[in-house]
């Protein structure tokens, strides 16, 4: 289980974190948030609570315009940074978090390790990302031909 938040607007991020802490009970082994900063996507993630986050983003400006963010409960891996959302895209264009359980990412993972995709965590959230890479990156065409390879029940 998770809390996944999103904004579109001012201080972007600093909505999405405190979405998150309303939606901090569905998740507090990690959080992490994703938001655009100078033209490119930074992403800072935190074992714990929400708080964490929050002392690591304090003394940053917030002139993003838009972010997301994640609560995580672990599922898939063990709960540490390395595995905590939002995940980026190795040409850091776009960044992805998740809910739920995808049942191929075995299968998944082993066809994109093979493919030359390097994967940093332990999570199934790591195939999606790839996927959508693979098939193009952030844009809805590619969101659909990735989402079409996987099997479980999930939200992104």
Known sequence: M?????????RARTRVVAGLKLLEYRGYDSAGVSFSKGGRV??????GRIAELERALKTAEDDSRFAIGHTRWATHGRACVRNAHPFVSRDRSFALVHNGIIENH??????????????????DTE???HLIAREGGANLPSL?????????????
């Open 2 to 10: 998770c809390g996944i938040m999103g904004c579109i607007g001012e």
């Open 106 to 123: 075995r299968a998944l993972r082993a066809m994109l390790e093979r493919e030359g995709y390097a994967f940093v965590s332990e999570t």
């Open 144 to 156: 659909c031909k990735a989402l079409s390879a996987l099997e479980g029940s999930y939200a992104f």
């Open 42 to 47: 930074v992403t800072v993630k935190k074992k």
């Open 127 to 129: 195939c999606a990302l």
